[in-house]
């Protein structure tokens, strides 16, 4: 949970800059994400996949993720259920 506390308040601060002046979005649409960030995305994926992405995943854990998700806020539980499973091949 902490990787997801970590993205959750990255999430929050670029959701606070893009609300602001157009001046304070263009520069909060430009910041980068740091390799923590990155890192965090990362954990929160690996775990994701291999707790939902199994055939006989467990529904209540999938729902108690999401709920915890949910929980820290709306933004996360956005960018969580739309990360891309990278083990997909097209």
Do not use: P
Request: aromatic share 6%.
């Amino acid at each position: 949970m902490a990787a997801c506390k970590v993205l959750n308040d990255y999430l929050q601060r670029e959701g606070r800059s893009n609300s602001r002046s157009s001046e304070s979005s263009v520069n909060g649409s430009l910041r980068k994400r740091t390799n923590k960030i990155d890192r965090c995305i990362r954990i929160i994926e690996q775990e994701w996949f291999r707790m939902a992405g199994q055939k006989n995943a467990n529904a209540q854990l999938v729902n108690d993720y999401l709920d915890a998700f949910e929980g820290m806020s709306k933004a996360l539980l956005h960018k969580v259920v739309n990360l891309a499973d990278n083990n997909l091949v097209n």
